[in-house]
């Protein structure tokens, strides 16, 4: 399964929680997998990003609330949403396979995404 694949999605009143699941083969999740969102009509943005050693970075705007981590014996990186907020409805996507040269919150650093899932937060 080279194409990573996206769950968790949903509908959640701000301040609500949601918790996002990106299943793929064992060497792409064990490697540098990213959450990206875009909203239509703007460029698609980094979220986070877990590193092959377990390292976690975060967009300013996800700091704090969000938490990005890997579970490598069910093949899966989850990105825990906390005190969502209505800005951040967006599709969220799942990317991996790594690029070198770019920096991880750069669509262009990836090979492999995802179909993406739906997150709402209503006001």
């Known amino acids: 399964q080279v194409r990573p694949v996206e769950s968790g999605g949903g509908s959640v009143p701000a301040g609500g929680s949601l918790t996002l699941s990106c299943t793929a083969s064992?060497?792409?999740?064990?490697?540098?997998v990213a959450w990206f969102r875009q909203v239509s009509g703007k460029e698609r943005e980094g979220v986070a990003v877990?590193?092959?050693?377990?390292?976690?970075y975060y967009n300013d705007d996800a700091k704090g609330r969000f938490t990005i981590s890997r579970d490598t014996a069910k093949n899966t990186v989850y990105l825990q949403m906390n005190s969502l907020k209505p800005e951040d409805s967006a599709m969220y996507y799942c990317a991996a396979g790594p690029r070198s040269g770019n920096s991880w919150y750069a669509a262009a650093a990836y090979n492999y995404w995802g179909q993406g899932t739906q997150v709402t937060v209503s006001s």
């Open positions: 877990v590193d092959r050693l377990g390292g976690s």
């Open positions: 064992r060497s792409i999740i064990s490697a540098v």
